[in-house]
């Protein structure tokens, strides 16, 4: 049986500001559904990725700001930091490290996620 990771709740304090800044990294924004008081859903999509994130009211009881570990991966480090500081994102100098290349940044809440270019395989 397949099990496919499709969705992942990242809690924020201002659901606006949230969306923005991932709009701003290259999230594409899905969904943003106010079901009914209480409830808004806001899906965003890193680019290429089969799975998302979902921000919004009532989604989660998590603290905002507590999300870490999040993840995603690119083919080359380099090309993904110099694309997220043109965007305006404020991320980490790039990590080289035997398991791969990486940079860092956070949501306007704290969120905080890694970009990782996967070593050659040889």
């Not at 009914?36 to 989660?60: M, W």
């Not at 995603?72 to 993904?80: F, G, L, P, S």
């Amino acid at each position: 049986m397949d099990m496919k990771l499709e969705l992942v709740a990242v809690a924020v304090t201002d659901v606006d500001r949230a969306k923005a800044f991932y709009e701003r990294a290259g999230f594409v924004a899905d969904h943003d559904h106010r079901v009914h008081e209480g409830l808004r859903f806001v899906q965003l999509t890193p680019p290429g990725s089969a799975c998302s994130i979902v921000i919004g009211e009532g989604i989660t009881e998590a603290a905002p700001g507590a999300g870490g570990g999040l993840q995603v991966v690119v083919e080359d480090i380099e090309e993904a930091h110099a694309e997220l500081t043109r965007r305006g994102v404020e991320v980490s100098d790039v990590d080289q490290q035997p398991w791969g290349g990486f940079v860092h940044f956070a949501d306007p809440d704290g969120n905080r996620w890694s970009v990782q270019q996967l070593p050659a395989q040889g």
